[in-house]
């Protein structure tokens, strides 16, 4: 198949993506595939669009491959792309894409896991994998996400959405019930994400979530173990628990080598396997989703997974999750990406 990969775009998650972007492309081309990978924002910038086949020959670009520690600057990414426009697609993204069979999806964040750029496609007839635009927007919202489960038996941390300005954080953390923890609403990769036990480090944590809208989660903290667990097309994966050596599993524990352990099966009882599997199978077909996703949950003792999120195009990169949880039931990474591609044209009536 021709394929092309869209990695990067312009959110907190960039860095990520393009790792993810190296991953895939690399794997595929290992496969026999003709793929050609490119920066949504960026997009075929310094090359003739009329040469946009050369990209399905050119090596991986080395510095995408490793994600650095902290998250990127936007705005110097921005202010870095010559034609200055608004467009989330840099220039010759969208023929690029028309001379491919599909599009891989190796976005992250709102540049991309929104729903946005899946409509934008869906209305040019371009193909592409994952979820649909509509339960992506739903998984997206970690607000709306929880209110479409209300109705099921999966459980959540309470919580509440809250719009605030900078003048009203005193008050907003002096009414608020500790630990909690505090998430912007429409982010990924755990940008953004603290856990405040104090009113300082409340204060501190709403003052820091302003850089990412005037919107957070205000979420009950729930005490256990941080075990995640891949969907895909139609079982759950074997689970993964995550174990950070420092603090809790932020974008740095995240995305650098060897800060945290993950040890997938996860050593839980049969049991609390099945009720992982039964609540990720929940979600995953609540809110809608297609060909795969990762939910992440919270256990207590007892056995309980409280549900925190779901991540409709989880990472890729050498240290992601899915990755991990497929090849313990025997899928490799290059045969991963082949069942997402098969599984996205079938659901979308491409041969």
Known sequence: ???????????????????????????????????????????????????AEELYDAPAPEAWRRVPAGAPDLEAIRAA????????????????????????LALHGDCGEDGRLQAAL?????????SASFPSAIAMDKDLTKRMLQDTDVKTPAWRKVSYREEEIPALAAE?????VVKPLASGSSIGVSIARTRPELEEALADCLRYGACVV?????????????YLV????????????????????KYQPGAAEEITPAPIPPEWEARLARA?????????????????????PDGTPWFLEINTLPGMTPTSLVPQEAAAVGIDYGRLCEIILEQSLRIRGEK
């Open 1 to 51: 198949m021709k394929i092309v990969v869209l990695a990067g775009g312009l959110s907190g998650e960039r860095d990520v993506s393009l790792s993810s972007g190296v991953m895939v492309t690399e794997a595929l081309r290992a496969r026999g595939h003709r793929v050609a990978l490119a920066d949504l924002f960026f997009g075929l910038e310094g090359r003739d669009v009329r040469a």
């Open 81 to 104: 792309r010559r034609d200055r426009s608004r467009s989330v697609f840099g220039p010759g993204v969208l023929e690029l894409c028309h001379t491919a069979d599909i599009v891989y």
């Open 122 to 130: 869906d209305l040019l007839g371009i193909p592409y994998t994952g």
């Open 176 to 180: 608020t019930a500790l630990p909690v």
């Open 218 to 230: 205000l979420e009950q903290y729930v005490e256990g173990r941080e075990i995640q667990v891949g």
């Open 234 to 253: 139609d079982r759950a994966l074997p689970s993964i628990e995550i174990i950070p050596k420092q603090g809790f599993y932020d974008y740095q524990n």
């Open 280 to 300: 990720t199978e929940t979600v995953f077909r609540t809110i809608g989703l297609a060909v795969y996703a990762r939910a992440d949950f919270i256990v207590t």
